[in-house]
């Protein structure tokens, strides 16, 4: 390095040693004890990407971003020039003014953290050998990112091949394990015709490579495409508190309120936002307005939804105390005056039973208006819950046939689409509970609108899980009819089975001899610290 070069890095270096901090920490904890952050928040972290050159090193050490993102490749890569020498490349460049061993040296004379991107395998092990000499002699210090493509992912022909995931741990392991993995999806996107998002496949096949690692995972997710996957990415998020997300974009940038969508659904410690300005600047003005309205995932969970209306300033008062879901109210819609009397006071669960109208056999109309001159139709609580936006009431559909349910469907992706549906809802298909009334019930949520938590109505007991539905990526939710329920022990122990895998809905037995649920709900009670989560009572009206 000339005395220039050294010089210039000296105007951006630490005045000071580095406190230990193990490469393998977690970055908020890092950047909180640098002081660059005051709280655990990814959105406040921010990165500076393609630092490769030396002249775009300089630049990014000399910047406010606290992450320095950069690619590694080999000297020559591909050619018959290769050398075994990492350098900072992106692809399609083979050639650098600036080596790894150089890059590392530079970066860690400052108080950045590092993320290095291999787009191949050929320079992962000789960049983990690097790594760990640099760790050894001079300790780096600071969280280190090994990011790569390991999945196959939306938009992508076969042909394209992601880096071979296998590998790629299995280097990282024998190496240098001490990181954070940055494993992602090989991902295109190209509008109208390529804008495919993430299948269950996909995510499913990411959980297989990750679920057995030591480290921390990150998974780099193509902003444009989180909303639409949700219900399989925050499945994916939910297996372990080791994973996070890291949104990125391309050159075409995601929509402030898709990235509102994200963070409204996931915890700030667990989600970073690599995204460019000007759209990260009102993103962030955007989040920290005071009272607005939570983009919530309607397939979440509903205690997260009544929970959080009971922790913010509003003016409705929830019944539930102390984050148990034993106090949520489920109320049966009947006509649009209850309605809207209900929608000025307190918060729970509007239940509404689906019928056919007699005028406009299809159209979901509410049961018992079915008939009247003035049937409240599906379409009109909808309009009324977009309308009111704020209340804290979600919605469950309990719904007879499957043209029904496909009509239904179609209507909640309506106004989801409209913005006008971020609120709980839940859907149940009535009658006949065979195993092929149950495809049909799951095949159209996961076709129509599969933003949902999909109730199974069981009436007899012991219930039994139709296969189809025990691998969804949706909430499931099993309501159990108060007469199914016999006494004994194994009734208990079997709830309990169900309530570790399921929300349970359970109609209210008042009966004297009622004693199983009694005792279940007790003992759910005393394991829980006098509150549940996710075990509701219902009557059998509702």
Same mark, same amino acid.
């Given at each position: 390095?000339?005395?220039s070069?050294?010089t210039?890095?000296?105007?951006f270096?630490?005045?000071?040693?580095l406190?230990?901090?193990?490469?393998?920490?977690?970055m908020?904890?890092?950047?909180?004890q640098?002081?660059?952050?005051?709280e655990?928040?990814?959105?406040l972290?921010t990165?500076?990407h393609?630092a490769n050159g030396?002249e775009?090193m300089n630049?990014?050490?000399?910047?406010?971003?606290?992450?320095?993102?950069?690619?590694?490749?080999?000297?020559?890569?591909?050619?018959?020039n290769e050398?075994p020498?990492?350098?900072?490349?992106?692809p399609p460049?083979?050639?650098?003014?600036?080596?790894?061993d150089?890059?590392?040296?530079?970066?860690?004379?400052?108080r950045?953290g590092?993320?290095l991107?291999f787009?191949?395998l050929?320079?992962v092990?000789?960049?983990?050998?690097?790594?760990?000499?640099?760790?050894?002699?001079?300790?780096?210090?600071?969280?280190?990112?090994?990011?790569a493509d390991?999945?196959?992912?939306?938009?992508?022909?076969?042909?394209?091949?992601p880096?071979n995931?296998?590998?790629?741990l299995q280097?990282?392991?024998?190496s240098?394990?001490?990181?954070t993995l940055?494993?992602?999806?090989k991902?295109?996107?190209a509008?109208?015709?390529?804008?495919?998002?993430?299948?269950?496949?996909?995510?499913e096949?990411?959980?297989d490579m990750?679920?057995?690692?030591?480290?921390?995972?990150?998974?780099?997710?193509?902003?444009l495409l989180?909303?639409?996957?949700w219900?399989?990415i925050s499945w994916?998020l939910?297996?372990?508190s080791?994973?996070?997300?890291?949104?990125w974009?391309?050159?075409t940038?995601?929509?402030?309120?898709?990235?509102l969508?994200?963070?409204d659904?996931?915890?700030?410690a667990?989600?970073?936002?690599d995204i460019y300005?000007?759209?990260?600047?009102?993103?962030?003005?955007a989040?920290?307005?005071?009272?607005?309205?939570?983009?919530?995932?309607?397939g979440?969970?509903?205690?997260?939804?009544?929970?959080?209306?009971?922790?913010?300033?509003?003016n409705h008062?929830?019944?539930?105390?102390?984050h148990?879901s034993?106090?949520v109210q489920?109320?049966t819609?009947?006509e649009?005056?209850s309605?809207?009397?209900?929608?000025?006071?307190g918060?729970?669960m509007l239940?509404?039973h689906?019928?056919?109208?007699?005028?406009?056999p299809?159209v979901?109309?509410?049961?018992?208006?079915?008939k009247?001159?003035?049937?409240l139709?599906?379409q009109?609580?909808?309009?009324?819950?977009?309308?009111?936006?704020?209340?804290?009431?979600?919605?469950?559909l309990?719904?007879?046939?499957?043209?029904?349910?496909?009509?239904?469907?179609?209507?909640?992706?309506?106004?989801?689409?409209r913005e006008?549906l971020?609120r709980p809802?839940?859907?149940?298909?009535?009658?006949?509970?065979s195993?092929d009334?149950t495809?049909?019930?799951?095949?159209?949520?996961e076709r %129509?609108?599969p933003?949902v938590? !999909?109730?199974?109505t @069981?009436?007899?007991? #012991?219930p039994?899980?139709?296969? /189809? +539905?025990?691998g969804l990526?949706?909430r499931?939710?099993?309501?159990?009819?108060?007469a199914?329920l016999?006494?004994?022990?194994e009734?208990?122990n079997?709830?309990?089975? %169900?309530?570790?895998r399921?929300? !349970?809905l359970?109609? @209210?037995?008042t009966? #004297?001899s009622?004693?199983?649920? /009694? +005792?279940?709900?007790?003992l759910?009670?005393e394991?829980?610290?006098?509150?549940?989560?996710?075990l509701?009572?219902?009557s059998?009206q509702s």
């Amino acid at each position: 390095m000339t005395l220039s070069a050294f010089t210039h890095l000296s105007l951006f270096c630490s005045s000071g040693p580095l406190p230990s901090f193990p490469t393998g920490g977690d970055m908020l904890d890092y950047l909180i004890q640098s002081g660059d952050i005051s709280e655990r928040d990814g959105l406040l972290a921010t990165w500076y990407h393609r630092a490769n050159g030396k002249e775009e090193m300089n630049k990014a050490l000399a910047s406010d971003a606290m992450i320095l993102e950069a690619d590694v490749t080999l000297e020559g890569y591909g050619t018959a020039n290769e050398k075994p020498i990492p350098i900072m490349a992106h692809p399609p460049d083979i050639y650098s003014d600036n080596t790894l061993d150089q890059w590392l040296d530079a970066v860690l004379a400052s108080r950045k953290g590092i993320k290095l991107d291999f787009k191949s395998l050929g320079s992962v092990g000789l960049s983990l050998d690097l790594l760990r000499q640099k760790n050894g002699s001079r300790e780096i210090n600071r969280p280190v990112w090994l990011n790569a493509d390991i999945i196959q992912g939306p938009n992508v022909p076969d042909f394209v091949p992601p880096v071979n995931g296998t590998s790629f741990l299995q280097l990282v392991q024998e190496s240098f394990p001490d990181v954070t993995l940055s494993l992602g999806w090989k991902v295109a996107y190209a509008p109208p015709l390529f804008n495919q998002t993430y299948t269950r496949h996909m995510v499913e096949e990411m959980f297989d490579m990750i679920k057995d690692v030591p480290q921390k995972v990150t998974l780099p997710l193509h902003a444009l495409l989180a909303r639409s996957g949700w219900q399989h990415i925050s499945w994916l998020l939910s297996q372990s508190s080791r994973f996070s997300l890291t949104l990125w974009q391309g050159s075409t940038h995601p929509t402030v309120s898709d990235l509102l969508f994200v963070r409204d659904n996931s915890h700030p410690a667990r989600v970073y936002y690599d995204i460019y300005e000007p759209t990260l600047s009102q993103f962030k003005q955007a989040a920290s307005q005071q009272g607005r309205l939570r983009r919530f995932y309607p397939g979440g969970d509903l205690m997260d939804f009544l929970c959080q209306v009971q922790d913010s300033h509003t003016n409705h008062q929830s019944t539930v105390t102390q984050h148990n879901s034993l106090e949520v109210q489920w109320f049966t819609v009947t006509e649009r005056t209850s309605l809207l009397a209900q929608l000025s006071d307190g918060a729970g669960m509007l239940v509404v039973h689906v019928a056919s109208d007699s005028n406009q056999p299809g159209v979901p109309v509410l049961e018992g208006s079915e008939k009247s001159s003035e049937a409240l139709t599906l379409q009109d609580v909808l309009q009324v819950l977009g309308q009111r936006a704020d209340v804290p009431w979600g919605l469950h559909l309990r719904i007879p046939t499957l043209q029904l349910l496909e009509a239904s469907l179609r209507l909640l992706h309506s106004a989801y689409s409209r913005e006008e549906l971020y609120r709980p809802v839940w859907i149940s298909m009535e009658g006949s509970q065979s195993e092929d009334s149950t495809n049909e019930f799951v095949s159209a949520v996961e076709r %129509l609108f599969p933003y949902v938590t !999909l109730v199974l109505t @069981e009436q007899n007991w #012991p219930p039994v899980i139709p296969a /189809t +539905a025990t691998g969804l990526s949706q909430r499931v939710a099993v309501h159990l009819n108060k007469a199914s329920l016999p006494e004994g022990q194994e009734v208990i122990n079997h709830l309990t089975r %169900l309530i570790e895998r399921y929300d !349970l809905l359970v109609e @209210e037995d008042t009966r #004297p001899s009622a004693g199983a649920f /009694t +005792a279940f709900k007790a003992l759910m009670t005393e394991r829980r610290g006098r509150t549940n989560t996710n075990l509701y009572v219902t009557s059998a009206q509702s």
